[in-house]
């Protein structure tokens, strides 16, 4: 389903910083304008239920060993809460060293929880079943026991990649031999669902905790839902609060939350042909530019502060991701056009 943002002017800003920047469009503004609220807190706000029912529905069903969703303000606190339930103080987490639970999260879990994060280097963004052989310790005399491996699907920081199945399937297994639990980073899920065809719910029968992001490339204006074990429920609406997270007539968000899982999943394969012909238009101008599996395109340049200024003299925003590195992101407000306009930019200003 495509976004009914009319189409732009050429030379209007083209906004390819990060698929957060995304605009509810006028049928979002309308589910939240109609929705049914009550006090959230008291469990009292009907589309908050709803939504959260909607995110099960997708991600649970047979198999699944996420049996309740709990809808939240951020994605950090998805994250946050998601790992609370399988970890605590002096128990240990192993992920990638880019993830962006260790790398934009402001060290919560350290600071919050008292958890410890091993990380380790890795290809894409991805551990595989042998580097985590390598990495899982068991408890014992002055060593920290592993507790949870953390997986991020898709990997924002090694632009947009997307884990195969049948390499989270094995990793679950592994998980299991170990008696360990598995929390997946979820915030572009969808965007790895639709690239490569996997049901939602497939992924429910890998996680023990699941984070999803309703305010990305999905276009709800805030939220998203972390999904878990019923039993855990309760604890992690405690937690929900204690975070500051305990909010009254929430179902004006919810019901945007709602909306875009029902209408904004499948649209974002419009986002990836985009990014992909962000990413051919650039290397045929000469700029190295990586393949993206979704909707993130990674981009070389010699001067990120030169090339970032110079473009948005041009209406072209973009963020520098590390030396030498761009990450341009597409997204529902980036058109064809926009996309057109961002690659000749790029390729001039570079």
């Not at 939504?51 to 709990?70: D, K, M, V």
């Not at 990120?304 to 072209?316: D, G, H, L, Q, Y």
Request: net charge negative; glycine share 10%; with cysteine.
């Amino acid at each position: 389903m495509t976004s009914s943002h009319s189409e732009p002017e050429p030379g209007a800003l083209v906004d390819l910083r990060s698929d957060t920047v995304t605009r509810p469009t006028a049928a979002v503004r309308a589910a939240m304008f109609e929705a049914e609220v009550g006090d959230d807190v008291y469990g009292e706000d009907p589309s908050v239920a709803a939504l959260e029912a909607r995110a099960l529905e997708l991600f649970g069903g047979p198999g699944s060993r996420l049996t309740t969703a709990l809808f939240v303000p951020t994605g950090v606190m998805a994250n946050h809460i998601g790992l609370r339930m399988n970890a605590g103080p002096g128990d240990e987490v192993v992920c990638d060293a880019d993830a962006h639970i260790v790398a934009h999260e402001d060290a919560n879990l350290a600071w919050h929880a008292g958890i410890q994060t091993r990380t380790t280097l890795t290809e894409r963004g991805q551990l595989s079943v042998e580097q985590l052989r390598r990495l899982i310790r068991a408890s014992g005399p002055y060593v920290v026991g592993t507790k949870v491996i953390e997986l991020e699907n898709t990997h924002n920081r090694a632009g947009g990649t997307v884990y195969p199945i049948e390499d989270l399937r094995a990793i679950r297994a592994l998980a299991d031999e170990h008696g360990l639990f598995v929390h997946i980073d979820g915030a572009r899920l969808c965007n790895a669902a639709v690239a490569t065809g996997t049901p939602l719910a497939e992924y429910g029968k890998i996680a023990d905790t699941l984070s999803v992001c309703l305010s990305k490339g999905l276009g709800a204006p805030v939220g998203s839902v972390v999904l878990m074990p019923a039993e855990k429920r309760e604890e992690a609406k405690v937690m929900r609060h204690r975070l500051g997270g305990g909010w009254r007539q929430a179902g004006l968000l919810a019901a945007a939350g709602k909306y875009v899982l029902d209408h904004h999943v499948d649209r974002l394969a419009e986002d990836h042909a985009n990014a992909k012909l962000l990413a051919d238009r650039l290397r045929g101008n000469g700029i190295r530019a990586n393949v993206p599996e979704t909707n993130i395109v990674m981009i070389e340049v010699a001067d990120t502060v030169k090339t970032v200024t110079a473009c948005r003299e041009r209406n072209i925003l973009i963020t520098p991701a590390g030396p030498g590195v761009l990450r341009a992101v597409t997204h529902l407000d980036v058109t064809e056009q926009g996309v057109l306009e961002a690659a000749a930019a790029i390729a001039d200003c570079a």
